[in-house]
């Protein structure tokens, strides 16, 4: 099985198929493992845009929260897979902080997340303006929301552990060259 580029979705898909018994090659243009997956801002979160209140108005509350199950599924997904290959990525769970410039922006970003909380059981916690200058450095907003969650990573270290996973599953990586059909 040939997979054309090596980012995190084609490594990834390398992995499964070599794991699985498929004698699989990698193929990318450019360096191999180096690509935009590894140089993201290494977020790695349950966020789907539109947001989980604007999804059930458009699509109903059981379409919603099987769009955002899938969220739920790839970060646990991604923690998983870090952690089974045991990929030293400096990850740490930082939270997010969403701030918020007006008290109708901190009454949107609430109701959103109060329908996470009950809907799909991920948490926050609100912070007024007194408590502000604890999770942000700057008074101008009116308050904010804090995602516990979220955390953050080397997106280049869980490239190369990636890249070295689905080398130690027998496959073949070739960067530098080009595939111009199939």
């Not at 329908?115 to 916690?125: E, Q, Y």
């Amino acid at each position: 099985v040939a997979v054309v580029g090596s980012g995190y979705t084609g490594l990834s898909a390398a992995l499964r198929l070599a794991e699985g018994g498929a004698k699989v090659a990698v193929i990318d243009a450019g360096q191999l493992a180096a690509g935009a997956s590894s140089r993201n801002f290494g977020l790695l979160g349950r966020q789907f845009i539109p947001g989980f209140a604007d999804l059930i108005k458009q699509l109903g509350l059981p379409r919603a929260t099987e769009l955002y199950g899938l969220c739920n599924d790839a970060f646990a997904h991604v923690n998983a897979l870090i952690d089974r290959l045991d990929i030293d990525c400096d990850r740490k769970q930082v939270g997010r902080f969403i701030a918020c410039a007006t008290p109708s922006h901190l009454a949107v970003q609430e109701h959103e997340h109060a329908l996470r909380a009950k809907h799909l059981g991920h948490g926050f916690r609100l912070v007024g303006k007194d408590a502000l200058h604890q999770e942000f450095g700057s008074p101008a907003y009116f308050g904010g929301i804090v995602v516990p969650e979220h955390l953050t990573l080397h997106p280049g270290k869980v490239s190369s552990g990636l890249a070295r996973a689905v080398r130690a599953a027998g496959s073949t990586l070739t960067g530098d060259t080009e595939v111009t059909a199939i």
